[in-house]
């Protein structure tokens, strides 16, 4: 660790007021996020944190020092939360405080002023708070959009790690002897959920979730951020929909049938024993099987939530939303997903947040909670109430397939697309197939427990890690032929999906069925000569999953090597975390060959198209770059709307279905 801390302080260089480079805002943004609980390990950085003055001098902010000087009033009054104590985003008040940084940070100027607050309230305020706000503004900052943020799991491994493991790390540390430690998943063999708990525990797919509520949070307020998020209720939808449909193919995919769905008057059958401990506050708390929901103090009674429910499927019924004054809003539409994805979250986008309430933040809250629901034994909150932890539960699924049902509910009604809506006129698919092994496998991942034990400067640390079993598969391509029959180069939209073909007693799924059960494996832009195609699309390319990010050690060498030698810092490859690992592509399947129905649609790509210049992109824009969305089309398209008769599908030149199977090498 000395010689870490020797490079990266020799590494070290004065940045200009609005030219620091991008190797020198990475090297910044890894030692405020490294070892967040201790002393500064960057001299430079030690300094600001305890000469910089947020006040001294407004013209550095957008807002002219306004945030700045609020957050330093609530710190001088005493009114902030203590350091060293569990933080939630679910709490209001400890919501308010990451945020009042947050705005801070995204009214800096230039980066002197982004990483001297950023220093200097590392100092003073908690640190779940502080890690947080500097996630949120390095995720939304003009300032920061070439910076990779470390992967959470090595920033507070305390939220990724089984409490059994983090012990070992800390007798490791204790004793100066390095150690690597294997991690099982939570619970045992008698409980069936342990078969996907590789799924739901799995620290890149946590990661993701927590990534998508970051780039999209309930808290985006336009007027103060500047920017709208285009299809944000719709986004919330459909990536929910999406790790709903994925835990139940991972559930047949071991012989379970699919996840049933929570209700507010019935049991919840399966209880949780998270085995996971706060840094600072005590243990997550456990729930025991079968118990009913009981009225959560000071958040919500359960009558409310059969309200909020009854109010959303009342719109639902009817067509449309009232809005606060009063005014109906139409959702019998393609975009009236985008509005009941707002008010089920809720978030700042909800036309009526007073008369829909919030169906799903405080459902996260009211369930995490049922261990202590009164509060009668000051535990702290459950693992629902963390973005990083909820998962781990689940009963996640079961809460998300209760809120997929509702959203069934909507696009059900809906009328289903005719054939002129399904067809590409001029182009068909000749044929589609899989080049390469279509495999999964699982592998030991290992990650750092550096930050998870405390310590001091004088102690040398050691190596301390865990290994983890996750889901991959092999490589492969998608190969697709297609005709297009124009004497001219058209733009088309590739679509893959995939589900299951039968469920868990052999019985197939009708295609209306199937098709809501969809896993989207990939959409791409392609210019499509005259005459046949030959399309072949890497796996490892799919548009909806991301490489994983380098470790804080990786990001650190790699950094501190860039400003050492004045090279240039390329990891632009890292830049989203916002899909799914790549090695989640697909199901886990099984060993005799799980058949899987495989669709694939070539639609029109100037209709669809919302940007320019799609078939040359590089860039993870699965749910939009930027606060833009690329997609003329809803999320699903063309899956995404009931079929009363699938022969109109099967009669459309432009779709295509095949069976495969996903064989499970262990």
């Not at 890690?131 to 943020?149: C, E, F, G, K």
């Not at 045992?188 to 342990?194: D, G, L, T």
């Not at 939209?493 to 990939?522: C, K, M, Q, S, Y």
């Not at 790549?582 to 399947?589: A, Q, V």
């Amino acid at each position: 660790m000395k010689v870490l801390v020797l490079c990266a302080l020799l590494a070290a260089t004065a940045a200009a007021a609005k030219g620091a480079s991008t190797a020198q805002k990475q090297h910044d943004v890894n030692y405020l996020l490294f070892k967040v609980y201790e002393v500064f390990r960057d001299a430079n950085l030690k300094q600001l944190g305890e000469t910089f003055d947020p006040e001294a001098d407004p013209s550095h902010y957008t807002d002219n020092g306004v945030a700045a000087h609020k957050l330093v009033k609530e710190l001088k009054d005493g009114r902030l939360l203590q350091q060293k104590h569990w933080f939630s985003l679910f709490n209001t008040r400890q919501r308010e405080e990451a945020l009042m940084l947050y705005d801070i940070l995204e009214h800096s100027k230039d980066w002197n002023t982004f990483v001297g607050n950023a220093a200097y309230f590392r100092n003073h305020i908690n640190e779940g708070e502080f890690v947080y706000a500097l996630y949120a503004a390095v995720t939304h900052s003009p300032l920061t959009q070439d910076v990779v943020l470390p992967p959470l799991y090595e920033v507070t491994p305390h939220l990724f790690t089984n409490s059994e493991i983090i012990q070992q790390a800390y007798r490791a540390k204790m004793t100066q002897t390095p150690g690597k430690f294997k991690s099982e998943f939570t619970g045992s063999k008698r409980n069936p959920e342990q078969r996907v708990a590789y799924f739901g525990e799995d620290i890149g797919m946590n990661t993701h979730h927590v990534i998508w509520h970051l780039e999209f949070p309930f808290w985006w307020n336009d007027a103060k951020e500047g920017h709208h998020l285009d299809r944000k209720g719709e986004n919330f939808f459909w990536v929910h929909h999406q790790l709903t449909v994925r835990f139940d193919a991972e559930r047949v995919s071991n012989y379970l049938s699919p996840v049933e769905e929570l209700h507010w008057e019935k049991p919840i059958k399966e209880g949780f024993a998270p085995h996971a401990t706060y840094k600072y506050g005590g243990y997550f708390p456990s729930r025991p099987d079968n118990i009913h929901f009981q009225d959560v103090e000071g958040v919500a009674h359960v009558r409310d939530m059969l309200i909020l429910e009854s109010r959303v499927r009342d719109a639902i019924a009817h067509g449309f939303v009232t809005a606060k004054d009063g005014s109906l809003i139409d959702i019998n539409n393609a975009r009236g997903i985008d509005v009941l994805g707002d008010i089920i979250e809720s978030s700042m986008y909800s036309p009526n947040a007073e008369y829909y309430g919030a169906l799903h933040n405080t459902a996260h809250i009211v369930l995490g909670r049922q261990g202590d629901p009164q509060g009668k034994y000051d535990l702290p909150p459950g693992v629902l109430e963390h973005f990083e932890t909820a998962t781990r539960d689940p009963a996640f699924f079961r809460l998300h397939k209760y809120m997929d049902n509702i959203f069934r509910e909507h696009k059900d009604s809906l009328t289903p697309y005719t054939k002129e809506e399904l067809e590409f006129s001029g182009v068909a698919i000749d044929n589609i197939a899989i080049d390469g092994p279509v495999e999964t496998y699982f592998e030991d991942y290992e990650y750092s427990l550096l930050t998870a034990v405390d310590d001091t400067v004088e102690i040398d640390d050691v190596d301390i890690s865990t290994t983890v079993s996750r889901l991959n598969h092999r490589d492969f391509s998608f190969k697709i032929d297609v005709t297009n029959n124009h004497e001219e180069e058209v733009l088309a939209t590739v679509r893959i999906f995939a589900w299951p073909h039968r469920d868990n007693n052999g019985i197939v799924f009708p295609f209306n069925e199937g098709r809501w059960r969809a896993i989207e494996l990939d959409r791409f832009w392609t210019k499509l000569r005259p005459g046949v195609n030959h399309i072949v699309r890497k796996a490892k390319d799919s548009s909806v999953t991301v490489p994983d990010v380098p470790s804080f050690q990786t990001l650190i060498q790699k950094t501190d090597e860039a400003l050492a030698s004045g090279s240039e810092l390329d990891l632009h490859q890292y830049e989203s975390a916002l899909g799914l690992p790549n090695r989640f592509l697909l199901p886990k399947g099984n060993s005799n060959g799980m058949e899987f129905d495989l669709v694939v649609a070539v639609t029109d790509g100037e209709a669809d198209a919302a940007v320019d210049d799609l078939h040359t992109n590089t860039k993870f824009n699965h749910y939009g770059y930027r606060g833009v969305y690329p997609d003329h089309r809803p999320h699903g398209y063309p899956l995404d709307r009931r079929v009363d008769d699938e022969r109109i599908f099967h009669d459309i030149p432009n779709f295509k279905e095949t069976i495969i199977k996903i064989f499970n090498r262990h």
